[in-house]
């Protein structure tokens, strides 16, 4: 039985809290510190991706930190050191937050409510979609539904007119190739992946720090994104492999004998696309059978829990890399 639940015009009745279930963010409220939530954001822009903006400082804002020092040729510690904040500087004109207006098309579904764990029951959805506007508005912006209570209040309401603070993750050039699917340039506008990005020549995954990094035709790290890949169950493929195409907004075939946790009893099943499905909004297959690049309906997760072997981004960094690489780009895989 398929069950969705299309939330339109009734969202102009519903608010910005209390801080949603697992799932669409986290459950305790969000501290945002506001000069670390502009450094992530300047990172955000320039390609160093802290993956969650949050205001939180951690290991994946000193990993977002290195890939910007090793890109501009200073000592690679991690830290917010003099030399760094003198680069950084250059870039104080890219505010923290941004005041963004609500609008029916923001507001808008279709959202998949309650969006079910069964792979059988997900089969039986016409789309694993969002589950709600604040998981919409949590990846539009690059943050978390939590995140964007905590800039706001949870009595905002979620109405046509009603201005809310958001992450600056904002585009800031949206004309994608006309050749990309329609439904695709829709998905990278609704990302905020910027139109203009630079063209990789290799990619190159590191299990050791736990980071996706996107090299041009001299070498040079131009891109860099926090990454999930493999366990012990299915490790990191080490080797060189080569990038064969992408797959938008993809369906997912669910073979429970590839999966280790899979539960007993479960059977073949091909699950709709959607930002909620288990590889998000593309999936980037690899010459290695089975494994490819993909997105997360999980994107606080990034970096922290383990995966099938596969190299998980969060879909905005996913959607945004797919527009730097082409066929062919050579995979490194490396301890």
Known sequence: MRRTVLIAACLASASLGPVPASGAGTKTAATVEKRVLQTQVILDHLGFSPGVLDGKAGMSLTSAVKGFQEA??????????????????????????????????????PYTNPLPKNPAKQAALPELGYR??????GEMFHTTPAVLIALNSGDTKLSPGVKITVPNAIATARDYDAKLPEKWRQTLSGLN??????QGAKIVVDKSDSVLRVLDADGKLI???QATMGSKHDPLPIGTWKILGPAYNPPFHYNPKLFWD??????KA???????????????DLSKPH????????PSTIGRAESHGCIRLTNWDVARLSLMIK??????FQE
């Open 72 to 109: 501009n040729g200073l000592d690679v510690t991690g830290a917010l050191d003099k030399p760094t904040q003198a680069a950084l500087s250059k870039y104080q004109n890219i505010p923290a937050t941004q005041t963004v207006t609500l609008t029916p098309e923001l507001l808008a579904g």
């Open 132 to 137: 709600n506007a604040m998981e919409k508005f």
């Open 193 to 198: 992946v910027d139109s203009k990005q630079p």
């Open 223 to 225: 891109a860099q994104f």
């Open 262 to 267: 899979a539960k007993k009893g479960q059977k």
């Open 270 to 284: 091909t699950l709709p696309p959607g930002p909620n499905g288990p590889v998000g909004v593309v999936w980037l």
């Open 291 to 298: 494994y490819g690049i993909h997105g997360t309906p999980e």
């Open 327 to 332: 066929p062919g780009t050579p995979a490194v």
